[in-house]
Structure formats: structure tokens, C-alpha cells
């Protein structure tokens, strides 16, 4: 999640140049906020975007990660999964010319869905998990989004999986590899 007073202070600039840099690297579509869902009827929702580098491979030379296995091995390779799935969902939105009607979902009580789609007045959760079986704790997030008082649309779990199966009822297992 995106701290920019953090990330100013870090990097010894003031709030605006700050914010004017994040703008000029969103426009040019090196990074994307992924904005969180949120209305005013529900106040215990957290309201700060998740920036994710587009370019996986920039953002893994800019952290040192020089090869494919240490990326992997790395404590960050589920952050660098999650990153390259969520990249992956909008550049599909954006190469057929449409809107990316994408958020996240993150309350006070840490109930989080990696990204919700949020199309037709109806909420379609995805959770992203770097594990070639995810058990049914992986998506034990999903019931939080019952409070919300949304239309809950058939969600999916994006894993290592090898195959794309259902996963219950309304949740199928996807294999990253798919996207």
C-alpha cells in the first residue's frame, strides 16, 4: 500500500515534488494505483491505493532480484506474483480499449481480496496466491465482502495451479499461467 509521506520522507523530497513524480510515472504507465473499494456507507474500509510497478521486470532489476531463481526463492516472489497477475488483469482491459473497473478490498479488521472487479452494479473477487495447491483458507476473505451489500459475482483464486477447476460453488482455481 502506498504511503506517500513515507515515501517522500525516504527519499529526502518534499510532498508535492512527491506527488507530482508518482503522477508522470502513472501517466506513462510505469506504475498503476490500484484503488481501494470503498463507499461512504461503510466507514472501517482503509482508503489508501496499492501501487504496483507494470513492468515486473523493471521493478525487479530496481530491487536487485538479478535472476528468474532468486526472484522465485525471494521473500518478495509472492508480491512479484501478485504484482504481474494484477498487470496482467488491467493490460487486458486496456488492449481491448476499455476501462479498468478494478479496486481492492481492505478493511480495519485486515480482511483483504487482492482486486475486485466492479462491473454492472455486481463485485467479482479475485485472490492471488503463489501455491500450486491453495486450500480453502485462500479465499477465507471473500465473506467479508457480504457487509458491502453488493452483488457478489463469481469469484476466482489465481495460484501455480496446473489445471482450471472449480473451486467451490462460486470460485473457480485459475492458473496464472492462463492469463
Not at 491505493?49 to 523493471?58: M, Q, R, S
Not at 479488521?109 to 480453502?136: F, R, W
Not at 489445471?163 to 492469463?179: E, S
Amino acid at each position: 500500500m502506498l504511503n506517500i509521506q513515507d515515501l517522500c520522507r525516504n527519499s529526502d523530497i518534499n510532498h508535492a515534488t512527491g506527488k507530482r513524480w508518482l503522477s508522470i510515472l502513472e501517466t506513462s504507465g510505469i506504475v498503476y494505483l490500484l484503488e481501494p473499494w470503498h463507499t461512504n456507507l461503510n466507514k472501517r474500509l482503509l482508503k489508501t491505493p496499492k501501487l504496483y510497478f507494470l513492468d515486473t521486470g523493471l521493478a525487479a532489476w530496481l530491487t536487485a532480484w538479478s535472476t528468474p531463481a532468486t526472484l522465485e526463492a525471494g521473500a518478495m516472489s509472492g508480491a512479484f506474483l501478485e504484482t504481474w497477475v494484477v498487470t496482467e488483469v488491467i493490460k487486458s482491459w486496456w488492449h481491448n480499449g476499455r476501462h479498468a473497473p478494478l479496486c481492492y478490498y481492505r478493511d480495519k479488521d485486515a480482511n483483504e481480496v487482492d482486486l475486485l472487479i466492479h462491473q454492472d452494479g455486481t463485485l467479482y473477487p479475485i485472490e492471488i496466491k503463489k501455491s500450486a495447491s491453495p486450500g480453502k483458507d485462500a479465499i477465507r476473505h471473500f465473506r467479508a465482502l457480504k457487509t458491502l451489500k453488493y452483488p457478489i459475482g463469481h469469484g476466482c483464486l489465481i495460484s501455480l495451479a496446473p489445471m482450471n477447476v472449480p473451486f467451490t460453488a462460486g470460485i473457480d482455481a485459475v492458473p496464472a499461467a492462463m492469463l
